[in-house]
């Protein structure tokens, strides 16, 4: 029942499909065409194209055919309805374009009725050929084709009349000029524990020999079954009234136990090579086992990874990385990849098993889908050596693919070693059709590995329920209007071998023997010779000779191989059905260097030797003084030419660039340029192109590094680096001066008051005079005096018989008013005048008539800060002093307050 299913599961396809006129498309193709096809009409909904195989009758015949299975094609038989039919296509299809292309026509493979039996005296059907699915599968062999009906039933001489899908093929030779049938389950061995549901023929092929192998998935509870017979013997003394006919040399598995029912083995088969014992005329036929074929047992099972993805719905055999043993590849289209555990996408996959030995196999190599629900590797077809490199390559079918679910048809290379690096995808073959027509199912069945038109190039028929798609030729069904359109698509492989030969390759630059178009300059000259340009299959295309040459009279880069390229294509074909194509694997690209002479000895491979030293003219640099740096730097070369030789002096942000002093005998090829690059402020010196061995240059100016390109030697001279210390000043110069400098008392015209009421009937007047100046710049300074001050008024302790221990007044004797100025910021060149106007306590004094006393006044500075990131470890600060004896005159202003003043210290930090 399960094998019922799934052949009405394709059945259903057929019917759920309506399809308009196709659009065929290549996408990154390499050598397959699909361009003007050509048309083969069926019958409509008769399934035109549901399998296809190629037809030669002879090895050595030119004439070509393409035969197609219509499963539910009516035919001429009596009284069957739908028993389906193979039809003959000749190819090319239009071989004369004035007349009309041809027809395929039905191969008369059964005209006959259904047999019939008597029973209870009446007569019944003993088989039944409508709806039996003859064509649903075919096969060709040297002239030799095979064609089968799956659905075909009989009733097993029952009296009760039960029918069993037992299935029947027929096989055709001599170009269909003699018929036999083959119904290997057609026994007395019915009903679904025996090989009454056997359906033989669900798949079919032949070994390289031209022995038949059917399978027949439904025998023994769904156990499967594959039988093997030869043609020549299913022939030889056949008889339409045989029945029950066991053929001769016949081979069929047998049941297996309970545990292995519904394992459909003859789903599908394929033949290979896989004892090495193929001198003998053996085969092993696969579906999911490796089956001997001398007494068709099991010597090899291939299992899949998950349950319910159709692991062996198509098998097929190559030796795909030319090691001379056949390798396996499986399809499982229902593989569904789990990246997430909830969420699962069924893409397919297809299994590559290698054959390192006989029987020998690796782990598999595993191609998967890409497209959801698109059935990759439905179909796998071989395609022998379709882009002539040698490695079979092989097509995978996923004919629900693509952004419309229009299907497509992948083409895969082979190679040498595929365990590392996998079969290579060189093509897709895309069905586009129009939206309205549903799923097209383009890639269901695939058929190739031959050549159809002796252009020594496999064809293939890429085939679906609509679409019979070839990389050879592109076909595809219409079941609407019975159509199919092929398209030849095998273009010849045309491989390139070019060679260029440069003369001279290394150039001269003093050797100019060559004139300038149109002038008679002479300059360094080479050309170029573009020969062996040859075409696989195509004759050697004449030499190609250029000269191109460069009016430059002098050019930087010497180092630096001078290149030529060649790219190569095919010129666009004319009149061609089939334009060739260029090799993918094999470059259209070609190149040479040629050199330039230098000044590096016999090997023409420069090995500089540069090195630098670098000096400076001091060591430490004040803030705010004029700073100006000289740096001395010496370049030498002392191994051979250096090119393009370049000198970077990288400057700091806080510096300015000035200029370059030079030797005079540097002073015809010394050039330095000052350039800002990302922000960064450089000097770049040209030291010589080349800097010759032995050359010294000592420029001048500010440097960092040094700096030359493009070697492999010593290309670098050693990294220089000079620093300089910065550090922070300030000097400052105080004086001071007091007015009057003596005073007499009492003074004329005035009396002391107990009790004054006016500054006058204090005393005379003391005025004090500071100024402090900033030799340098200089910051915040404290002095004595805010900017705006308000007066003070303080009284001298009076008690006059006190004694004093000496005659000289100062804070450390007596009770002192303390004036604290704070300056601000003083600038180069700045000052700051404080100016203290006090009254001396006449009635003190007076007290002493006889004593003469000097007072001081104390006065300092004090930098609290620089206006600097960087300071100095210590900040200046200085005190002098200031008395006064005698009469002087009092100072008029402030200028002449400057003019009074007289030096007392200068305080440096």
Same mark, same amino acid.
């Given at each position: 029942?399960?094998?019922?299913?799934?052949?009405?599961?394709?059945?259903?396809?057929?019917?759920?499909?309506?399809?308009?006129?196709?659009?065929?498309? $290549?996408?990154?193709?390499?050598?397959?065409?699909?361009?003007?096809?050509?048309?083969?009409?069926?019958?409509?909904?008769?399934?035109?194209?549901?399998?296809?195989?190629?037809?030669?009758?002879?090895?050595?015949?030119?004439?070509?055919?393409?035969?197609?299975?219509?499963?539910?094609?009516?035919?001429?038989?009596?009284?069957?309805?739908?028993?389906?039919?193979?039809?003959?296509?000749?190819?090319?299809?239009?071989?004369?374009?004035?007349?009309?292309?041809?027809?395929?026509?039905?191969?008369?493979?059964?005209?006959?009725?259904?047999?019939?039996?008597?029973?209870?005296?009446?007569?019944?059907?003993?088989?039944?050929?409508?709806? +039996?699915?003859?064509?649903?599968?075919?096969?060709?062999?040297?002239?030799?084709?095979?064609?089968?009906?799956?659905?075909?039933?009989?009733?097993?001489?029952?009296?009760?009349?039960?029918?069993?899908?037992?299935?029947?093929?027929?096989?055709?030779?001599?170009?269909?000029?003699?018929?036999?049938?083959?119904?290997?389950?057609?026994?007395?061995?019915?009903?679904?524990?025996?090989?009454?549901?056997?359906?033989?023929?669900?798949?079919?092929?032949?070994?390289?020999?031209?022995?038949?192998?059917? @399978?027949?998935?439904?025998?023994?509870?769904?156990?499967?079954?594959?039988?093997?017979?030869?043609?020549?013997?299913?022939?030889?003394?056949?008889?339409?009234?045989?029945?029950?006919?066991?053929?001769?040399?016949?081979?069929?598995?047998?049941?297996?136990?309970?545990?292995?029912?519904?394992?459909?083995? @003859?789903?599908?088969?394929?033949?290979?090579?896989? =004892?090495?014992?193929?001198?003998?005329?053996?085969?092993?036929?696969?579906?999911?086992?490796?089956?001997?074929?001398?007494?068709?047992?099991?010597?090899?099972?291939?299992?899949?990874?998950?349950?319910?993805?159709?692991? @062996?719905?198509?098998?097929?055999?190559?030796?795909?990385? @030319?090691?001379?043993?056949?390798?396996?590849?499986?399809?499982?289209?229902?593989?569904?990849?789990?990246?997430?555990?909830?969420?699962?996408?069924?893409?397919?996959?297809?299994?590559?098993?290698?054959?390192?030995?006989?029987?020998?196999?690796?782990?598999?190599?595993?191609?998967?889908?890409?497209?959801?629900?698109?059935?990759?590797?439905?179909?796998?077809?071989?395609?022998?050596?379709?882009?002539?490199?040698?490695?079979?390559?092989?097509?995978?079918?996923?004919?629900?693919?693509?952004?419309?679910?229009?299907?497509?048809?992948?083409?895969?290379?082979?190679?040498?070693?595929?365990?590392?690096?996998?079969?290579?995808?060189?093509?897709?073959?895309?069905?586009?059709?129009?939206?309205?027509?549903?799923?097209?199912?383009?890639?269901?069945?695939?058929?190739?590995?031959?050549?159809?038109?002796?252009?020594?190039?496999?064809?293939?028929?890429?085939?679906?329920?609509?679409?019979?798609?070839?990389?050879?030729?592109?076909?595809?069904?219409?079941?609407?209007?019975?159509?199919?359109?092929?398209?030849?698509?095998?273009?010849?492989?045309?491989?390139?071998?070019?060679?260029?030969?440069?003369?001279?390759?290394?150039?001269?630059?003093?050797?100019?023997?060559?004139?300038?178009?149109?002038?008679?300059?002479?300059?360094?000259?080479?050309?170029?010779?573009?020969?062996?340009?040859?075409? =696989?299959?195509?004759?050697?295309?004449?030499?190609?000779?250029?000269?191109?040459?460069?009016?430059?009279?002098?050019?930087?880069?010497?180092?630096?191989?001078?290149?030529?390229?060649?790219?190569?294509?095919?010129?666009?074909?004319?009149?061609?059905?089939?334009?060739?194509?260029?090799?993918?694997?094999?470059? =259209?690209?070609?190149?040479?260097?040629?050199?330039?002479?230098? &000044?590096?000895?016999?090997?023409?491979?420069?090995?500089?030797?540069?090195?630098?030293?670098?000096?400076?003219?001091?060591?430490?640099?004040?803030?705010?003084?004029?700073?100006?740096?000289?740096?001395?730097?010496?370049?030498?070369?002392?191994?051979?030419?250096?090119?393009?030789?370049?000198?970077?002096?990288?400057?700091?942000?806080?510096? &300015?660039?000035?200029?370059?002093?030079?030797?005079?005998?540097?002073?015809?090829?010394?050039?330095?340029?000052?350039?800002?690059?990302?922000?960064?402020?450089?000097?770049?010196?040209?030291?010589?192109?080349?800097?010759?061995?032995?050359?010294?240059?000592?420029?001048?100016?500010?440097?960092?590094?040094?700096?030359?390109?493009?070697?492999?030697?010593?290309?670098?001279?050693?990294?220089?680096?000079?620093?300089?210390?910065?550090?922070?000043?300030?000097?400052?110069?105080?004086?001071?001066?007091?007015?009057?400098?003596?005073?007499?008392?009492?003074?004329?015209?005035?009396?002391?008051?107990?009790?004054? $009421?006016?500054?006058?009937?204090?005393?005379?007047?003391?005025?004090?005079?500071?100024?402090?100046?900033?030799?340098?710049?200089?910051?915040?300074?404290?002095?004595?005096?805010?900017?705006?001050?308000?007066?003070?008024?303080?009284?001298?302790?009076?008690?006059?018989?006190?004694?004093?221990?000496?005659?000289?007044?100062?804070?450390?004797?007596?009770?002192?008013?303390?004036?604290?100025?704070?300056?601000?910021?003083?600038?180069?060149? +700045?000052?700051?005048?404080?100016?203290?106007?006090?009254?001396?306590?006449?009635?003190?004094?007076?007290?002493?008539?006889?004593?003469?006393?000097?007072?001081?006044?104390?006065?300092?500075?004090?930098?609290?800060?620089?206006?600097?990131?960087?300071?100095?470890?210590?900040?200046?600060?200085?005190?002098?002093?200031?008395?006064?004896?005698?009469?002087?005159?009092?100072?008029?202003?402030?200028?002449?307050?400057?003019?009074?003043?007289?030096?007392?210290?200068?305080?440096?930090?």
């Amino acid at each position: 029942m399960c094998a019922y299913r799934m052949y009405a599961f394709g059945g259903m396809l057929c019917r759920v499909v309506s399809v308009l006129w196709p659009v065929l498309s $290549v996408v990154s193709g390499f050598n397959l065409h699909a361009e003007h096809p050509a048309v083969y009409r069926g019958p409509e909904g008769s399934y035109f194209g549901y399998s296809v195989d190629f037809y030669r009758p002879t090895p050595e015949s030119s004439t070509l055919s393409v035969l197609v299975g219509a499963p539910k094609a009516n035919t001429s038989q009596p009284g069957i309805i739908e028993g389906g039919a193979v039809y003959y296509c000749p190819y090319p299809l239009n071989p004369d374009p004035t007349k009309q292309p041809y027809s395929c026509t039905q191969i008369p493979f059964d005209n006959t009725n259904n047999r019939m039996i008597k029973v209870n005296g009446t007569r019944e059907p003993l088989e039944f050929k409508s709806h +039996q699915w003859f064509g649903a599968s075919v096969r060709t062999h040297k002239g030799k084709v095979v064609a089968c009906a799956p659905l075909y039933h009989w009733r097993a001489v029952k009296v009760n009349g039960e029918k069993d899908p037992v299935g029947t093929c027929y096989v055709a030779v001599q170009n269909f000029s003699a018929y036999a049938e083959y119904s290997p389950c057609r026994t007395n061995d019915p009903d679904p524990e025996g090989q009454g549901f056997c359906q033989a023929g669900f798949s079919v092929d032949f070994t390289k020999e031209g022995t038949l192998v059917v @399978g027949g998935p439904g025998s023994f509870y769904w156990q499967g079954q594959v039988m093997t017979a030869g043609v020549a013997e299913i022939l030889n003394g056949y008889s339409l009234k045989a029945v029950l006919r066991r053929v001769p040399g016949e081979k069929h598995t047998h049941a297996a136990a309970d545990t292995h029912d519904d394992s459909y083995l @003859g789903y599908s088969v394929a033949v290979g090579e896989f =004892t090495g014992d193929s001198e003998q005329g053996k085969r092993q036929h696969f579906h999911l086992s490796v089956i001997n074929s001398t007494n068709l047992t099991f010597i090899m099972n291939f299992t899949g990874e998950q349950m319910a993805s159709y692991f @062996g719905y198509s098998v097929t055999v190559s030796d795909l990385n @030319g090691d001379g043993y056949d390798d396996v590849l499986v399809g499982a289209p229902l593989y569904m990849e789990r990246e997430r555990e909830s969420k699962p996408k069924e893409v397919g996959r297809v299994y590559l098993y290698l054959q390192h030995s006989p029987l020998t196999f690796s782990e598999p190599l595993l191609l998967t889908g890409t497209h959801t629900f698109g059935r990759f590797g439905t179909a796998i077809a071989p395609l022998g050596d379709l882009n002539q490199d040698g490695y079979n390559d092989v097509a995978v079918g996923c004919p629900f693919g693509g952004e419309d679910r229009s299907g497509l048809v992948l083409i895969y290379n082979g190679q040498r070693d595929l365990t590392a690096r996998g079969l290579t995808l060189s093509q897709e073959l895309y069905g586009a059709w129009a939206s309205s027509s549903g799923l097209s199912g383009y890639g269901f069945t695939l058929r190739g590995d031959r050549d159809l038109d002796n252009n020594h190039y496999p064809g293939t028929l890429p085939c679906t329920l609509l679409i019979l798609s070839s990389f050879f030729r592109f076909t595809s069904l219409l079941p609407s209007s019975g159509e199919v359109v092929t398209q030849e698509g095998a273009r010849p492989v045309v491989s390139v071998e070019a060679e260029m030969i440069l003369t001279p390759r290394i150039l001269n630059p003093d050797d100019r023997s060559c004139f300038l178009t149109e002038s008679d300059t002479m300059v360094t000259c080479y050309c170029v010779l573009v020969n062996k340009l040859c075409v =696989t299959r195509y004759l050697p295309s004449p030499p190609l000779s250029l000269c191109p040459s460069q009016g430059e009279d002098e050019f930087r880069d010497k180092l630096t191989p001078i290149s030529l390229a060649l790219n190569y294509s095919l010129a666009p074909p004319s009149n061609l059905d089939l334009p060739p194509v260029l090799n993918r694997y094999s470059s =259209t690209f070609l190149q040479e260097q040629a050199y330039i002479l230098l &000044d590096c000895g016999e090997d023409n491979e420069c090995i500089p030797d540069l090195q630098l030293t670098a000096s400076i003219d001091r060591t430490e640099l004040v803030v705010g003084d004029d700073n100006l740096v000289m740096l001395t730097i010496n370049a030498v070369n002392k191994g051979e030419g250096a090119y393009e030789t370049e000198l970077h002096t990288l400057l700091p942000p806080e510096a &300015d660039y000035i200029g370059v002093e030079r030797r005079i005998e540097a002073l015809s090829r010394l050039n330095c340029e000052y350039r800002m690059v990302n922000d960064s402020r450089l000097v770049v010196c040209d030291l010589g192109n080349p800097m010759v061995a032995g050359t010294e240059v000592s420029p001048t100016h500010t440097q960092t590094q040094k700096n030359t390109k493009k070697y492999t030697h010593s290309s670098k001279s050693n990294p220089v680096s000079l620093s300089l210390s910065i550090s922070a000043r300030a000097q400052l110069d105080l004086r001071g001066v007091c007015h009057p400098s003596q005073v007499v008392l009492p003074f004329p015209h005035w009396e002391p008051k107990e009790n004054p $009421v006016k500054e006058d009937d204090v005393g005379p007047q003391v005025t004090h005079i500071y100024e402090t100046s900033s030799v340098q710049d200089t910051p915040e300074l404290l002095g004595f005096l805010r900017n705006s001050s308000s007066p003070h008024r303080y009284r001298r302790a009076t008690n006059a018989a006190q004694p004093y221990s000496s005659k000289t007044l100062n804070c450390s004797n007596i009770i002192c008013l303390r004036v604290l100025c704070v300056v601000g910021r003083l600038d180069r060149g +700045q000052s700051a005048v404080v100016k203290i106007r006090s009254r001396l306590w006449a009635h003190t004094f007076l007290q002493r008539r006889n004593d003469p006393y000097l007072l001081n006044s104390t006065v300092s500075f004090r930098v609290t800060a620089l206006p600097y990131r960087l300071q100095p470890s210590s900040l200046p600060q200085h005190t002098t002093s200031c008395g006064f004896f005698d009469r002087a005159r009092p100072p008029a202003d402030d200028v002449s307050d400057r003019e009074q003043l007289t030096s007392d210290q200068l305080a440096d930090a």
